[in-house]
């Protein structure tokens, strides 16, 4: 989990200073009618936070396996309204869930690496699985932004 933190650490330091780079014009382009802009990818990326903070908590004290919980992401980031929030709120909030994040993955004892979440589709991935996964999808989503930087 180290590794992990370690990531989302860098991730804390760098996205607000690589936003502040972005014209207000590239926050808001979209390069599709059908694709995300800059802001609501980290709209989205603050969703996944919320879902995955209640996954790895779950995964801890609910019984195995522990349900993952549905998630549609394209009415998350349309209900949320991203598009018209300041960016600077979005990046507020978007590091103040990752520092809960970091918390709350520092906290998992190692006994409970291997405890099971069950997917929407009933196959089930270890809580370890889970937090990989986590920083992963942001590195994803980050380069997406900020193509090369992460």
């Given at each position: 989990m180290r590794h992990q933190i370690e990531k989302l650490t860098e991730f804390i330091k760098a996205v607000p200073e690589e936003f502040k780079q972005l014209s207000e014009q590239e926050y808001y382009e979209r390069p599709a009618p059908n694709k995300w802009s800059k802001k609501e990818i980290l709209g989205h990326l603050c969703d996944s936070a919320v879902v995955n903070q209640r996954r790895f908590i779950a995964a801890q004290i609910a019984s195995?396996?522990?349900?993952?919980?549905?998630?549609?992401?394209?009415?998350?980031v349309r209900l949320q309204g991203y598009q018209d929030t300041p960016v600077d709120d979005i990046i507020e909030y978007w590091v103040s869930l990752n520092k809960t994040i970091i918390r709350?993955?520092?906290?998992?004892?190692?006994?409970?690496?291997?405890?099971?979440?069950?997917?929407?589709?009933?196959?089930?991935?270890?809580?370890?699985?889970?937090?990989?996964?986590?920083?992963?999808?942001?590195?994803?989503?980050?380069?997406?932004?900020?193509?090369?930087?992460?």
């Open positions: 195995q396996p522990a349900p993952m919980g549905d998630y549609n992401q394209d009415e998350w709350t993955i520092s906290n998992i004892p190692s006994q409970h690496y291997e405890n099971l979440l069950k997917t929407e589709g009933g196959s089930t991935v270890t809580l370890q699985f889970a937090v990989r996964d986590y920083v992963e999808h942001m590195e994803h989503h980050l380069e997406q932004i900020f193509p090369s930087q992460f």
